[in-house]
């Protein structure tokens, strides 16, 4: 099982919006809508910040946002925050005989 | 408050194994799955399986089968993941985290477990 594909960085100002894609399979995004994304800060354990693609969790900022079409998923941050620096990861769940989930590559987000 | 509270690091000799725990507490053990993910210095996160507390089924990733065990010990709220035959690619920080029947994502996550192995 392969990883999701992810840009390795993405940047922006402060206020903009920017967009993380996460390209998959139809054994994985394509498949279900069970994407989730994960937020990581340097040294400390991911975070969720969407799941079911594009359902918030209780306390994360709507200024998050998931969405999916065909077999990549996204996501997108608006009104970027410096707070918001960080490695991104999607993961979605598998049909896959060798794995029962599946993580993207990663990706840093950095606000100029 | 949900709690996933983790053993300390672990330094290791290649072949050798190792036993991480995960100790939660805010909830009851065996309403969630317990997941175990690897994060290789500088690298991505990684599945590697996880365990149904209530009757302690398992499914592995592949690419750890035949070296990882999950288990969980329902009388102390306690998950354990023990891989063996070390090597330094294993090397990294290991974390247990949730997944509530029913659903499919990780909601919460211990604070990891650091690795090393090294001769």
């Known amino acids: 099982q392969s990883a999701l594909t992810q840009p390795a960085s993405v940047s922006g100002s402060p206020g903009q919006s920017i967009t993380i894609s996460c390209t998959g399979t139809?054994?994985?995004?394509?498949?279900?809508?069970?994407v989730s994304w994960y937020q990581q800060h340097p040294g400390k354990a991911p975070k969720l910040m969407i799941y079911?693609?594009?359902k918030r969790p209780s306390g994360v900022s709507n200024r998050f946002s998931g969405s999916k079409s065909g077999n990549t998923a996204s996501l997108t941050i608006s009104g970027l925050q410096a707070e918001d620096e960080a490695d991104y990861y999607c993961?979605?769940?598998?049909?896959?005989?060798?794995?029962?989930?599946?993580f993207g590559t990663g990706t840093k987000v950095t606000v100029l | 408050e949900v709690q996933l509270v983790q053993s300390g690091a672990e330094v290791k000799k290649p072949g050798a194994t190792v036993k991480i725990s995960c100790k939660v507490s805010?909830?009851?053990?065996?309403?969630?799955?317990m997941h175990w993910v690897q994060q290789a210095p500088g690298k991505g996160l990684e599945w590697m399986g996880l365990?149904?507390?209530?009757?302690?089924?398992?499914i592995y990733a592949e690419k750890f089968q035949g070296r990882v065990t999950i288990t969980a010990d329902t009388s102390t709220d306690t998950a354990y993941m023990e891989l063996s035959s070390l090597r330094s690619e294993d090397t990294a920080v290991y974390y247990c985290?949730?997944?509530?029947?029913?659903?499919?994502?990780?909601?919460?996550w211990g604070q990891g477990t650091l690795v090393t192995v090294s001769s």
């Open positions: 985290a949730t997944v509530s029947r029913g659903t499919t994502y990780l909601d919460y």
């Open positions: 805010g909830y009851t053990f065996t309403d969630y799955y």
């Open positions: 365990v149904d507390p209530e009757d302690g089924e398992t």
């Open positions: 139809s054994s994985d995004v394509g498949g279900y809508n069970y």
């Open positions: 079911d693609v594009s």
């Open positions: 993961s979605s769940y598998t049909s896959s005989s060798t794995s029962h989930y599946v």
